[in-house]
C-alpha cells in the first residue's frame, strides 16, 4: 500500500508503507521505540545525477524507519520520478524559486541543506532520532546506520579519502582549523539540533567543512561531547577516488 500526499510550491512526500510494517510490527512487540534516521541530500542536473540517485537509494532503501529529504534548485521530472519508483520514504524539496543555481562566492548545498532543516523544523521538530548530510560523491555502507540510529548528540566515523581525519584516544583532529575540521560524510547530528532554531543553520559563503564546525559550535560546549562511532573502518568512501 502507498499513501501519498501532495503539496504545492517546494514539497512533495510520498510515504511507502509496506517497507516499514514488519519493523513497525516488531518494535511495537518489544516495547521499543525506533528513532528516526533522516538523510539530506542536495542534488542538481547533472550527467551522472541518475547513477548517483541510484547508488544511493540502494544504501537507504532496506534500512528501516529512514525519511530521505533530497533538494534540488527547481523539481525536475527525472528526479520526481526516481523518488516516486524507491520504496524510500521520502520528502522532495526545492528552493521555491529562490535559486535557480549556482553562484559565485555561494556554496549553494549549503542553502539547499537550510531548506531542508527549515522544513524538518517546521514538521519534524518534535521527532526522536538522528540527522545526516549525505552527498552524491560518497558511497554508503548499510552497516553505517544501524551505528548511528541512537547517537544522543553528536557522533562522528571516518568519510575514507577525505581530507578531514581523526584520532582517537584523546579524539584529535588532523587540522586546526575551523574549530572541528569533520567531513560532511562524517557525522550525525541528534534531531534536537533543531531546537537551536537559526544558529543551527549553515552560513551559505563558507566550505561544507566550516558549515559543520559552525553548526557542532552551536550545539556542544567541547568536543567530549562528540560520541565516536568508529575510529576506523569503511563505512563511507569518497567515490571518485574509486574509478
Sequence with gaps: AVVSTQSTGAERQLVHCDSELGHKINAMMSGETSKTIFIITPTYTRPTQLAELTVLAQALEHVPYLHWIVLEFAFTNL??????????????????GTMSGFQPGINACNAL????????????????GVILFANLDRIYSTDLFDKVRNIKKVGIWPTVFADEQFQCNPLTFSSKTPKYPINLGSIGFSTDI???????????????????????????????????????????WYKILLI
Design 113 to 128: 541543506r537550510n531548506i531542508a532543516l527549515d522544513h524538518m523544523t517546521k514538521y519534524h521538530s518534535n521527532s526522536t
Design 79 to 96: 528526479v520526481s520520478r526516481f523518488l516516486s519508483s524507491t520504496n524510500i520514504k521520502f520528502t522532495h524539496l526545492d528552493s521555491n
Design 194 to 236: 533543531l531546537q537551536k532554531g537559526s544558529r543551527a543553520r549553515f552560513p551559505i559563503k563558507i566550505s561544507d567543512t566550516e558549515g559543520i564546525s559552525w553548526l557542532l559550535e552551536a550545539f556542544i560546549e567541547d568536543k567530549d561531547e562528540i560520541e565516536v562511532i568508529k575510529c576506523s573502518g569503511e563505512y563511507v
